[in-house]
């Protein structure tokens, strides 16, 4: 998601070029699972229906969990009976592109400040 455009199975990216060096920015690109954004960690988790929901973790305690499904679905997990289990791997597949384009969205990411031009 950028600037409220896209969906929520990605951190929101408005601001990228902020948090991140453009080095690191290539490295998230070309190798996901490197660095997976907080909120982002991907888990399955047996709800008390016994129905499976895989998802972001949102929030975790020490005896509960929110997980978020790819429609935006939060669903409560209880951690007692080991429920969820987390994977350590990134949903976000390797960026497959030409050395050029891979360089455009590079560029493009690393403009992503937040900060509009006119705007104070």
């Given at each position: ?19 991140l060096t453009v080095d690191q920015i290539r490295e ?59 994977e350590s791997r990134s949903l976000m597949q390797p960026v497959k ?24």
């Amino acid at each position: 998601m950028v600037n409220g455009q896209g969906a929520v199975n990605g951190p929101d990216l408005s601001t990228v070029a902020r948090v991140l060096t453009v080095d690191q920015i290539r490295e998230a690109l070309l190798t996901p699972e490197a660095r997976i954004a907080p909120g982002y960690g991907v888990a399955t988790a047996t709800l008390k229906n016994a129905q499976k929901v895989r998802g972001f973790v949102r929030n975790k305690t020490g005896f509960d969990a929110v997980l978020q499904d790819s429609k935006g679905t939060f669903h409560p997990v209880s951690l007692e009976r080991g429920l969820l289990q987390e994977e350590s791997r990134s949903l976000m597949q390797p960026v497959k592109a030409t050395a050029e384009e891979l360089q455009n969205v590079i560029a493009y990411l690393a403009k992503l400040t937040g900060v509009r031009p006119g705007e104070t």
